[in-house]
């Protein structure tokens, strides 16, 4: 297949993108800064040449958008905001134009769209979406409204001849240096892998692998359309998430950190305590529901694996 990924050089790109090839694949990556061979400039905004890659393409794979881990500033959060709804649109416009219009966009959202809570899990059937969830902070809301500005985004575009899936994911969890996981494991290596403000929020997650097969399953299967959540089906609360890493890597304690204690380590990351703080409860109803199978559905499973990799790489 003719595969097409703007945004692609990044973490989710980067995953992606090795198992593409691997798979033989011919891979198309549309990049504001193209250094490497297969990687086509474009602007994430508006309509250009790189349009061409697209037009005769098997399947779109969206990923492009500024990172959240940054401090929410307005400038920051105009930015994550308008650099996903800019380049759905155009992706969208570019999708409807073309001649041989690919068979399927799958187009990234996130998790973080549905309410922060720990009383049950969400799904897509009867999850809550978030923005009106009591006893947060106000701001929160943003990053819900940036999610549906997302998928609203490529909902409304015109393209009667794809078929067109959000990718509602939870975070990645790749050996990757830079990585989210190689994060966590540097702080829980630090002995900062405690529980964080008590460390009952949820935290929701998904194996490399498995969001690759995820990605490739909806693909492949032409009937499943619309907002499909990407995550392990068993999220747990971060004070046994971080547990569980500890103890793939051997790292005897974690330190735990209060609330104003998260706030100093986000000052000090350039990041914010939402990415922390905020519950996740996300499971992968319609997934499981058609019969996917996780190969890493458990988190110490998952955790001893990629930990298992990361040595592997440092060692190489
Ligand atoms: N990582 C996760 O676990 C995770 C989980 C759920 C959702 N997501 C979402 O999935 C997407 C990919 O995640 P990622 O971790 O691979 O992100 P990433 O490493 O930050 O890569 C995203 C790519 O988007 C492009 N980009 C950045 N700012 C842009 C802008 N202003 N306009 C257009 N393009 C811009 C960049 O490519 P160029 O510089 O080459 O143009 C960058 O490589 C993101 O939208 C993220 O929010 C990620």
């Not at 090795?18 to 193209?34: D, M």
């Not at 947060?136 to 001849?161: K, L």
């Not at 032409?222 to 569980?244: S, Y």
């Amino acid at each position: 297949m003719k595969i097409v990924m703007p945004g692609g050089t990044g973490q989710v790109g980067s995953v992606l993108h090795r198992a593409f090839a691997a798979a033989g694949h011919e891979v198309v990556v549309l990049s504001r800064h193209p250094a490497r061979k297969g990687e086509v400039p474009w602007d994430g905004r508006t309509l250009g040449p790189w349009a061409e890659a697209v037009d005769g393409s098997d399947v779109v794979v969206n990923l492009a958008g500024r990172s959240v881990s940054c401090r929410y500033t307005a400038p920051n959060l105009k930015a994550m905001m308008e650099s996903r709804v800019d380049s759905a649109r155009v992706v969208g416009e570019a999708v409807a134009r073309a001649v041989r219009p690919p068979r399927v966009w799958l187009q990234m959202s996130t998790a973080t769209i549905y309410a922060h809570r720990h009383d049950a899990p969400n799904d897509e059937a009867n999850g809550v979406i978030g923005g009106a969830e009591p006893g947060v902070p106000g701001y929160w809301s943003y990053s819900v409204d940036i999610a549906r500005a997302w998928e609203r985004e490529q909902e409304r575009a015109d393209t009667p001849h794809t078929r067109k899936v959000a990718l509602r994911s939870a975070m990645v969890m790749s050996p990757d240096r830079g990585g989210v996981f190689d994060v966590l494991l540097g702080l829980a290596r630090l002995g900062l892998g405690g529980p964080v403000a008590g460390g009952a929020q949820y935290v929701s997650w998904i194996h490399d692998r498995d969001f690759v097969r995820a990605v490739e399953y909806l693909t492949a299967r032409e009937d499943i359309e619309g907002p499909v959540n990407l995550a392990a089906p068993e999220p747990l609360p971060q004070r046994l998430f971080m547990h569980a890493l500890r103890t793939a890597w051997g790292v005897p304690v974690g330190l735990p950190a209060t609330r104003w204690m998260a706030e100093l380590g986000a000052l000090a990351l350039r990041s914010d305590t939402e990415l922390l703080l905020k519950s996740r409860r996300v499971v992968p109803g319609r997934l499981l529901a058609e019969g996917f199978r996780f190969d890493h559905p458990r988190w110490q499973d998952a955790a001893d694996d990629l930990v298992r990799r990361v040595r592997e790489r440092r060692a190489a």
